[in-house]
């Protein structure tokens, strides 16, 4: 599976993004996805992740209340709706896709990642 991320930019805090993830192929309802966040200096981590039929959800402590994962398996798409952001929130967002069985954190179990998109909050 190819995945695309889009929807980033440069946001006041306080402001709200949607990241899209695009995948390719037949196969997009059979993967757990996942977001991930690299800041600059600091270790991709963990944002959110849903499985593959959309009734699992789970997300990082640090954006739990504020983050909202979805996905679309009729158009093979992946949401991260970001509310109330803040500027720590500033990073590279990453899409990624595993098919294990249940939802994972953990970074090396997605396959498939896409090219990441930049957000940039404001103070």
């Known amino acids: 599976v190819q995945l695309q991320a889009s929807g980033g930019g440069l946001v006041q805090a306080g402001g709200s993004l949607r990241l899209s993830c695009a995948a390719s192929?037949?196969?997009?309802?059979?993967?757990?996805m996942g977001w991930f966040r690299q800041a600059p200096g600091k270790e991709r981590e963990f944002v959110a992740t849903i499985s593959w039929s959309g009734r699992s959800t789970y997300y990082a402590d640090s954006v739990k209340g504020r983050f909202t994962i979805s996905r679309d398996n009729a158009n093979n798409r992946v949401y991260l709706q970001m509310n109330s952001l803040m500027p720590e929130d500033t990073a590279v967002y990453y899409c990624?896709?595993?098919?294990?069985?249940?939802?994972?954190?953990?970074?090396?179990?997605?396959?498939?990642w896409g090219q990441g998109t930049q957000v940039t909050v404001s103070s």
């Open positions: 990624a896709a595993e098919r294990s069985g249940v939802v994972q954190t953990d970074i090396r179990e997605y396959d498939y």
């Open positions: 192929g037949r196969t997009f309802s059979t993967y757990n």
